[in-house]
């Protein structure tokens, strides 16, 4: 059984339904995988770290000893009670993902223990995964997919956490630090709570922009989403001499190439939001826009037709590809992507 819409992820980890007995949550962001990971142990056992009621497996104890997974699943609990066998699944071998999908088959069938509930954590499984298909189909089992959080997602996460701490954040402030967050759930909480530390947990101190760029320690131009946005917008020295900067302070192709996406990602909001009769300035605004970048982005969304931005989609993918698997610098390999796409905007007139 898949679930898909936040609300009803949020509803199944918060109470677990008695008749389901194991739990997928997968994704590319792992810090959100293992955030709800987290959770929902905490919800099937009463102490996730208790070595009698819970069994943490990782792919290469699987790898290393086949029947072991078969063996934790028929295990009963030394203490009495609801056992908790939970996989940290982050390899990408074909046989494993098939061994692991046969010990889970044998799960759901009732052959192992009946008081076991099986809890996996892998990385961005794809349609051919053995173990994601039976998740998403069968009936006793739940499949969660883990996203790259949403400028809103971000947000609300901040706000939450800043709330707790009682400080706060000035609009203008949570939109300039929301857009300086990365997207990977566990780094962004952590910068979350490093702000509060840096505020005065308990204080009630609202930040604005300008103190909150203290905090940030970068000016915004040295920012990759700053040089994402020069570049689309035909600066070509201005994005190389950000990027180049960035990476200065320890940022990696990588990073840069996830700015590019998220920026893409922005205009392609935008152009969809004013397709459907949206207001330009409600569009930018719903695509998490900060509003000193709102006129630079409505310019470009009306200039990147979406036949050029379905090419850089795949472009984009190709090159992430090319840094991860070829050993090639990723930071040259992000930074003559940079200078292309400005030469592009270039050629469109911006």
């Given at each position: 059984m898949k679930l898909v819409k936040r609300p009803e992820i949020e509803a199944f980890l918060k109470q677990p339904p008695a008749d389901i007995c194991a739990c997928l949550i997968y994704g590319k962001d792992r810090g959100q995988v293992i955030e709800r990971g987290d959770i929902l142990a905490r919800r099937i056992v009463a102490d996730p770290k208790d070595p009698f009621n819970v069994s943490l497996l990782t792919d290469s104890d699987i790898d290393a000893d086949p029947v072991r997974l078969e063996d934790e699943l028929q295990a009963q609990s030394l203490m009495g009670g609801r056992r908790l066998v939970r996989l940290k699944f982050f390899s990408e071998k074909a046989s494993l993902d098939k061994a692991v999908a046969a010990a889970l088959k044998s799960h759901l069938g009732g052959s192992t223990h009946s008081d076991t509930f099986f809890l996996i954590e892998a990385g961005g499984l794809g349609t051919d995964s053995a173990i994601r298909r039976l998740a998403d189909a069968d009936k006793a089992m739940t499949s969660i997919a883990c996203y790259e959080?949403?400028?809103?997602?971000?947000?609300?996460?901040?706000?939450?956490?800043?709330?707790?701490?009682?400080?706060?954040?000035?609009?203008?402030?949570?939109?300039?630090?929301?857009?300086?967050?990365?997207?990977?759930?566990?780094?962004?909480?952590?910068?979350?709570?490093?702000?509060?530390?840096?505020?005065?947990?308990?204080?009630?101190?609202?930040?604005?922009?300008?103190?909150?760029?203290?905090?940030?320690?970068?000016?915004?131009?040295?920012?990759?989403?700053?040089?994402?946005?020069?570049?689309?917008?035909?600066?070509?020295?201005?994005?190389?001499?950000?990027?180049?900067?960035?990476?200065?302070?320890?940022?990696?192709?990588?990073?840069?190439?996830?700015?590019?996406?998220?920026?893409?990602?922005?205009?392609?909001?935008?152009?969809?939001?004013?397709?459907?009769?949206?207001?330009?300035?409600?569009?930018?605004?719903?695509?998490?826009?900060?509003?000193?970048?709102?006129?630079?982005?409505?310019?470009?969304?009306?200039?990147?037709?979406?036949?050029?931005?379905?090419?850089?989609?795949?472009?984009?993918?190709d090159t992430d590809k090319l840094c991860k698997t070829t050993g090639m610098p990723d930071l040259l390999i992000a930074e003559r992507l940079y200078m292309s796409i400005a030469g592009r905007a270039k050629r469109l007139g911006l």
């Open positions: 959080d949403e400028t809103g997602d971000v947000i609300r996460m901040a706000r939450e956490t800043l709330a707790k701490n009682e400080v706060a954040l000035t609009p203008d402030a949570m939109d300039m630090f929301a857009n300086r967050l990365p997207r990977e759930r566990g780094v962004a909480r952590q910068e979350i709570e490093r702000l509060c530390l840096f505020i005065g947990p308990g204080s009630k101190k609202t930040l604005d922009a300008k103190e909150l760029q203290d905090f940030l320690g970068v000016e915004p131009e040295a920012s990759l989403y700053q040089a994402a946005l020069e570049a689309f917008g035909a600066k070509m020295a201005p994005a190389q001499a950000g990027l180049r900067r960035a990476f200065a302070e320890g940022e990696s192709g990588i990073d840069a190439l996830r700015a590019l996406n998220a920026h893409l990602i922005k205009l392609r909001l935008i152009q969809a939001q004013i397709q459907k009769g949206i207001d330009a300035k409600q569009a930018a605004k719903a695509a998490g826009v900060f509003w000193k970048q709102e006129a630079e982005f409505l310019r470009q969304a009306r200039n990147w037709s979406d036949h050029l931005i379905d090419g850089l989609s795949k472009e984009l993918i």
